[in-house]
Every structure is written in C-alpha cells, then in structure tokens.
C-alpha cells in the first residue's frame, strides 16, 4: 500500500515489496534479517521487472514484479533456500465460533473474517490453502463437533474426495467467551487456536496464544507455512554448485511430447539446465543440472499430477530416476 505516488512513497513501497518476494520465494522470514539481503534493500529497484499502481476500495497500491533469475540468484548466493512454484496443497478444517456462540466450519465459499484473513496470510506466504465445500457429501461424513473435538479419523475419511499434499485441522476461539465468570484470562492469551497436523499415520498437534484473531491465525498459517519450506525449500550453499543427475521418461508419444516435458523440467525452480541424452521409441533420457540434491527433485516432482515414478505391478518403485510421463 502506497500513501502517494512519491519517488519516497515508490522506494518504501519497492523496499517493502523485495521483502514479501524473497519471504514468498525462499519460504522463509528470517530471509530478509541476513546481511546480504538487508545490504541488497535500498538496490532492490534493479531487481525489479515493472511496476505500475493500482486504486481499489481498500486503498492505493503499487504492484511490482521482480525479475525470477535475479531474485533466486539473489537468495542462492545468500545462501538461503529458493523453493520452487510448484508448492503442496494444504487442505484445512477450520472449526470457529460465530458472533452468536454457535459452532461454524469455514468452507470454501465462506466470507467471514476467518477465512479472509487465512486467505490473504497463505498469499502473503506463497502456500495453496483450500477448504472444504460442506456440501450434502461433506455433511454426510463430517459434523461441524467432528472438527471442533479434532475427531481424526472422521476427518481423514471427509478428506479424500479432495486432492491434498498437507492436511490440517483447527479450531480458533475467544477464551473470554468459553470462560466461567469468575475466571481471568489474560489479554496476551486471549485467543487460543488448537490444531493438528494430519499427515499419513503421523499426528502432531500443538496450541497457540495471541491477544487477537489476527495474531493467532498468523502464528498458525506462518507455521504451516515455514514446515511446508522446510520439507520442499531448495537448500542453497552460499555457491554456485551443481549436481547432475540422468532421468528416464516413459510415455512420450510425439515431439510434441518431448517438447512440453522438457520445458517443464527447466521450469523447476531446481533445475539449472536440461539436455536430451536419447530418445528411443517413446522413451526419453535427460541429464539435469540441479541447483540443490537430487532429493529436492523428487519431492518436487511428487507434487505435479503430470508425472510420476514408474512402479511395478506390485505398486513398488523399481528406479527413483525413472518416470511416466501422464499428460
């Protein structure tokens, strides 16, 4: 948000904008407290592709885009993480309480405050966040206590007609409202967001303390956030190195074919340069230049429904480096 159209207004907006970019692309808050970066601040007009601002009813804007090689030249000789556009999908069960004192799950054609704010913090943090529809079907399985008593296995089955990477659970609410009378309950802790991480046969669950809404919802989207970097974040070296590694793909019917999928091997945020050893019938060999392990391929790679590990039939993957390409 801009107050005017100012050289000084433009340089605090563009100083402010590299701040949200390089938290976005790298995952990470403690991004912009390195020395590198800080250094790099009041240079960050360089960086920048265009801008160009915008009037809404909340306010006057300017909107920057920064150039993408610069910015994870940027992060990787700074030694901090570059994770990639492809970022895994987070479904959430959000149970809250309503103006009213009655139970409410946020759904995914909520307006309610709840849900506004989540929207705009996982924006702000660069992660996919989807809830559920609460339809007949979702009715039928799930009931509004289901998520508020944080039933699991009610929740996991609910959960899979959506497509997800991440699944969690929550309830937020006033303590000032669930409290006996007589009970003080201090304004730092005066809301409380009790959540779990639901993720195959591993549970983890924790609570959180704020003074408000606000404050709490950031704590729990920041931590969803900053566990989904560490998982898929690119880890950089502070150098310039590479790591090669050969890949197979199966599947590949027509030059076309080979053209899309090269092109979406050298989109990875990871992957530095593509090369075409060999193709023979509709199997293709490529060797890629990675700016990370070979790991963070792979779980990049877990992500993208257009390709996946080749198996046997009895489900087992016979090559790590071996893929079917399906689109």
């Keep these: 948000m801009v107050a005017s159209q ?10 402010n904008s590299f701040n949200q970019v390089l938290i976005k692309v790298s995952g990470s808050q403690e991004t912009v407290t390195t020395p590198e970066i800080i250094a790099m601040r009041n240079s960050a007009r360089d960086l920048i592709q265009s801008f160009r601002f915008e009037s809404t009813a909340d306010g ?49 054609t ?26 007949i079907e ?24 959506y497509p997800n990477d991440n699944l969690v659970s929550a309830r937020i609410y006033d ?9 003080e309950v201090p304004l730092q802790m005066a809301w409380q967001l009790d959540w779990q991480l639901l ?11 704020a003074a408000s809404e606000t404050e709490v919802l950031q704590k729990f989207v920041d931590m969803i956030a900053d566990r989904l970097a560490e998982q898929y974040a690119v880890e950089a070296t502070g150098e310039l190195t590479q790591t090669n590694v050969e890949m197979k793909i199966i599947n590949l019917d027509s030059l076309e074919s080979y053209v899309t999928v090269t092109r979406f091997l050298s989109s990875l945020a990871m992957v530095n340069s593509v090369k075409l050893l060999e ?26 429904a257009k390709i996946t590990q080749k198996t046997d039939a009895f489900g087992r993957v016979t090559d790590d480096m071996e893929f079917l390409w399906l689109q």
């Design 279 to 304: 193709i023979s019938g509709q199997v293709a060999r490529f060797r890629l230049e990675l700016i990370g392990q070979q790991s963070d391929l792979l779980n990049t790679l877990q992500l993208d």
């Design 60 to 108: 006057s804007f300017m909107i920057a885009s920064f150039d993408e090689d610069k910015i994870n030249q940027l992060l990787t000789q700074s030694g901090r993480p570059v994770w990639g556009k492809r970022r895994p999908d987070t479904l959430m069960w959000m149970a809250y309480l309503e103006e009213d004192g009655d139970r409410a799950i946020v759904s995914a």
């Design 175 to 183: 303590r000032r409202k669930m409290s006996l009378a007589e009970q």
């Design 199 to 209: 993720n195959n046969d591993l549970i983890e669950e924790g609570t959180w303390f």
């Design 6 to 15: 100012t050289v000084a207004a433009q340089n605090d907006a563009i100083r």
């Design 110 to 135: 909520s307006v309610g405050p709840v849900k506004q704010k989540i929207d705009a913090m996982a924006d702000s943090r660069g992660i996919p966040i989807s809830f559920p529809l609460m339809d």
């Design 138 to 161: 979702d009715a039928e399985l799930v009931h509004v206590f289901d998520v508020w008593g944080r039933f699991d296995t009610v929740i996991k089955q609910a959960s899979q007609r």
